[in-house]
C-alpha cells in the first residue's frame, strides 16, 4: 500500500528536470531558414537559445498588418518574458501584394551589460583645471 501511495505522488509530480520540446528549436529554425538565416548574429545566438514560442496575430485596431510575438523563458538578458514586433501593411494597387509600411519592436529592459545592440567604450577624461580624470563609460550602437 505505502508502494502504492508513493507511485500516485510520483505520477501526480510534475516532472521538475526534463525539458519542453526540442532545446534551442527556435534558434535552430531561425538560423537554418534561407530568408532569416543571415540575419542571427553570433552575439543573437545565447539570446535566442531562450526563445520557447514564436506567434503571429493580425491587427486588431483597425490598420493593416501583423504582430509578431516572441516568448522567451526567463533568462539573464532581459526582464521581459514577451517581446513583440508589429508590422504595419498595405497593399500595392498595381500588384495586390502586401509592402511593408512600418516595423515597430517593443521596449526591451535589458540586464546590464547584456545588451548585444551596443558597446560600452570607456575613456579617460580630465577635468577642466586639469587637477584630476575620471572614467567615464558611454553606450555606442554597433
Known sequence: EEAAKEAEEEKAEPMKDAEKGIPKFWLTALENNDELGDTVQEWDQDILAHLVDISC????????????KFEFEKNSFFSETVLTKR????????????????????????????????????????????????MVSKEVPQ
Request: proline share 2%.
Open 57 to 68: 496575430e493580425s491587427l486588431k485596431d483597425g490598420k493593416e498588418g501583423f504582430e509578431l
Open 87 to 134: 508590422y504595419i501593411t498595405k497593399v500595392d494597387k498595381d500588384d495586390g501584394e502586401d509592402l511593408l509600411v512600418k516595423g515597430e519592436g517593443c521596449a526591451i529592459t535589458w540586464a546590464e551589460g547584456c545588451n548585444p545592440t551596443v558597446t560600452t567604450k570607456t575613456k579617460k577624461q580630465t577635468s577642466k583645471s586639469g587637477k584630476g580624470t575620471r
